[in-house]
């Protein structure tokens, strides 16, 4: 704790200016990121006023006080934000496992457009619509975009080397611009609307195909009339169901519930008049943080790297309302508004918003019970002395040992931690050498945590008996990482799910627990995962290979011939379909050379 003469020489040497201050314990430890308009006056604070429990243990462990002083409120509330996210303060208000959400791509600067799943920074050309708040929302309004305005959604370099309609043709999801099956101001069209659509110009878009649809009757081209009215039926049905308000624009509704120190926020995306979707985040806070401390740190870690409404309805006035609008406009570059309480029509979709904050809430304390009797079975089954609070889990995929990647899942006290898992590329071993490819992934990552850059976590498991455990013993010791528990998880005599047996270091005797211990359901579900994230890992190597490597790799063929083989056959598939002489016949391939690319076309794909 401080003393008195510390503590005010500390505050001496604080400028009135804004920033973000770092509360620090005796061993280095942060213990709390804030931020502030006037750094001075907020850390001053902290040792003028009555505080509540938690503010009052936190302050009497603080040793130092770190601050960075910034331009603006809006630089403040970035830096906040990262701190908070790579420290982990425990008195903060923690979102976990957050990422960045998803938006439609529509590639404008081309002749014609592809639409397209993105995620990502939106500073390239084009117009990016979102966000969404899943990527099963994105898929689905792509998909029902290919039925009613059939524009592509191939990448650019399957759209290139078409020399005829491939299958999205057949079935009438697109007009196959890549062989000049539709003009390019027809094409446009279809552009047109979908763009509208996007942008909740949903009567615009009806009104427009009702038009055309009299036309064709009117022309006795009655089945063009068939299938405009069929894209209008559909899309009456999308708007009934995404409907919120007739006055249009964008905002999203916040909602925040709060039980036995667990708290759910919900969000609804709002844009067009349209609801977009929704979602649920439980960030973690303090034991005794109020509803308004919570949506004040969930409003500043969830716009800190997203795009901000220029409404934001919210159940709970924040924190520091007035300095998170000031911080939110300087990001947007126009007025955002954080709106509470609220009357009338947006009343009622706050609370439908509440709603669903309660019912998610309950699932998630519900399931959360039942994950705290796993974690205690699992400490019984192990003897540990407390239950885990971080474990780690590492599998390898491969296909006959090529391409092998390695994972890394983490589970914490409340479940997985899916912002923590890590995946491993791993080379320069002998095909097939699991206990090789274990020690590698092993050694990286847990080099990072021996410079500090990772948590150490309680409990590490091995898919794999004692080989594997081993392996895995030898790149701690080699490395120096003490305090790890190790236990291999390996399959039974019969390999059934139920009749695992954990080993565990110097240990003569399996540990066998019975098919229905909470336990080893624990331990089954982390295992799955890190299996489920190794094999969706080693597939897409795989087929980023397949699509790469097959032609890059012969002798002979460059990229002009590439391009020709790929128009030719449509992509890879059809040139493995094909015959030395078909390969042969395509300008510019000696026969020679054809049977070198049929060879190689068979063995890289694996026929």
């Known amino acids: 704790m401080l003393t008195d003469e510390a503590r005010r020489a ?25 931020k502030a308009k006037e750094l001075k006056r907020r850390v001053s604070s902290y040792f003028s006023r009555s505080l509540n429990h ?43 496992d957050d990422k960045s959400y998803p938006f439609i791509y529509l590639s404008t600067q081309d002749a014609f457009p592809r639409l397209a799943f993105y995620r990502g920074s939106r500073k390239g050309k084009g117009r990016y619509f979102g966000p969404y708040p899943s990527a099963s929302a994105v898929r689905e309004t792509l998909q029902l975009l290919q039925k009613i305005f059939p524009v592509r959604q191939c990448r650019d370099s399957f759209f290139r080397n078409r020399s ?53 009757a009117a022309a006795l081209e009655f089945e063009r009339a068939a299938v405009l009215r069929d894209q209008i039926a559909t899309l009456g049905r999308i708007q009934q169901r995404q409907y919120v308000t007739a006055s249009g624009g964008d905002l999203d509704i916040l909602a925040c519930a709060t039980e036995a120190g667990v708290h759910c926020v919900q969000v609804f995306f709002i844009r067009a008049g349209h609801n977009l979707g929704n979602k649920s985040f439980f960030p973690k806070a303090p034991l005794d943080a109020t509803p308004e401390t919570v949506m004040a740190g969930f409003l500043t870690q969830f716009y800190a790297d997203k795009p901000i409404a220029p409404e934001l309805l919210v159940s709970h006035a924040p924190e520091e309302q007035e300095f998170l609008e000031t911080a939110f406009a300087q990001r947007a570059g126009r007025r955002v508004a954080i709106r509470h309480p609220l009357r009338g029509e947006r009343a009622q979709w706050l609370k439908m918003a509440q709603s669903n904050a309660e019912l998610a809430l309950k699932s998630r304390l519900g399931s959360r019970s039942g994950y705290n009797q796993r974690l205690e079975a699992l400490r019984e089954l192990l003897k540990l002395d407390e239950q885990p609070r971080r474990m780690e889990c590492f599998d390898i995929s491969h296909t006959q040992g090529e391409l092998t990647v390695a994972s890394c899942v983490v589970f914490d006290d409340e479940g997985p931690r899916k912002s923590d898992y890590r995946r491993f590329n791993i080379d320069g071993i002998a095909p097939g050498d699991d206990y090789a490819a274990m020690a590698q992934a092993l050694g ?22 004692r080989g594997q455990l081993n392996a895995a013993v030898g790149i701690l010791e080699e490395l120096g990482i003490q305090g790890v ?17 954990l080993w565990q270091p110097h240990q003569r005797h399996a540990i066998i627990a019975p098919a229905d211990s909470p336990a080893m359901h624990l331990i089954q579900q982390i295992r799955d995962e890190a299996h489920r994230f190794a094999i969706t890992g080693h597939r897409q190597r795989r087929d980023k290979a397949r699509r790469t490597s097959v032609l890059e790799d012969i ?8 391009a020709s083989l790929l128009r030719a056959f449509g992509g890879l598939r059809g040139l493995r379909r094909a015959s030395a002489d078909d390969i042969a016949r395509v300008d510019g391939i000696s026969t020679v050379l054809a049977e070198q690319i049929h060879q190689a076309v068979h063995q890289e794909l694996g026929g």
Do not use: W
């Open 444 to 465: 990286r990552r847990y080099k990072r945590i021996k410079d500090g850059e990772v948590p150490v976590p309680d409990l590490l498991f091995i898919d794999g008996g």
């Open 164 to 216: 005829r309609p491939c299958l999205q043709y057949q079935i009438k999801r697109c007009t196959a611009p890549c062989v000049g099956l539709i003009s390019e101001p027809d094409y446009a069209e279809d552009v047109a609307r979908s763009i509208k659509f996007l942008d909740g110009r949903t009567d615009e878009v009806i009104r427009e195909l009702g038009e055309r649809m009299d036309e064709a």
């Open 10 to 34: 500390l505050l001496a040497r604080i400028p009135s200016q804004p920033g973000v201050y770092r509360m620090l314990d005796a061993e280095g430890t942060v213990l709390y990121v804030g």
């Open 54 to 96: 938690r503010l009052q243990v936190m302050v009497a462990r603080i040793a130092d006080i770190q601050i960075t002083v910034t331009r603006t409120e809006g630089e403040a509330l970035l830096l906040e934000a990262d701190l908070i996210k790579s420290h982990q303060p425990r008195f903060n208000v923690l979102l976990r």
């Open 485 to 501: 528990r190790l236990v291999g998880v390996a399959k039974g005599p019969d390999r059934k799910p139920g009749a695992e047996q």
């Open 555 to 562: 002798p002979g063929v460059g990229a002009k011939r590439r």
